[in-house]
């Protein structure tokens, strides 16, 4: 297929664009459409530019004022600099931005919190011990629902994979 614009070199850019359910489909060589000012092309990628867009696509609600105008209170960097270029100035600004970073966390990771990887080949030992953690909240969530038979077999279980690894 020729370019649409020049009818001299191959079609490269295939653009489609609908508005009011009318579709418009554009089809251009590389150098036409690098001209195009309907086009817009940024051939660098910039992470800071993914975790911004992140940002505004994974809010649920709006962005309140105060919030917005949020500064760290180590490095000074805005909530509204953050967002333009997806870098925090110093540790302290997970804190004081941790309100609206949850979203954004959960919405890429699918979670809020870091639960981490065992790599291939690990220990024994690294697994039973990450079991044994995972048990200990399990118990937890148990005895505060007052299900004490259940957290009895779970303190069990801890147990026995406690005497594995001292054994």
Avoid at 71 to 90: I, N
């Amino acid at each position: 297929m020729l370019c649409q614009i020049c009818n001299k070199r191959a079609a490269t850019v295939h653009y489609t664009k609908i508005v009011n359910g009318e579709m418009e489909e554009l089809h251009l060589c590389e150098e036409c459409a690098l001209v195009n000012q309907e086009l817009e092309f940024d051939t660098t990628f910039s992470f800071h530019k993914l975790l911004t867009g992140l940002i505004d696509s994974l809010q649920s609600e709006p962005i309140k004022e105060e919030t917005f105008n949020t500064t760290c209170p180590s490095c000074g960097l805005s909530y509204s600099e953050f967002k333009q270029t997806g870098k925090f100035g110093c540790p302290k600004c997970y804190d004081t931005f941790k309100i609206k970073l949850h979203p954004l966390f959960k919405g890429i990771h699918g979670h809020d919190e870091h639960i981490g990887k065992i790599p291939k080949g690990a220990s024994q030992d690294i697994i039973t011990k990450k079991e044994i953690g995972r048990l200990k909240e399990e118990l937890e969530r148990l005895v505060a629902r007052e299900a004490f038979e259940e957290a009895a077999i779970v303190r069990d279980k801890i147990n026995e994979l406690e005497k594995k690894l001292d054994g």
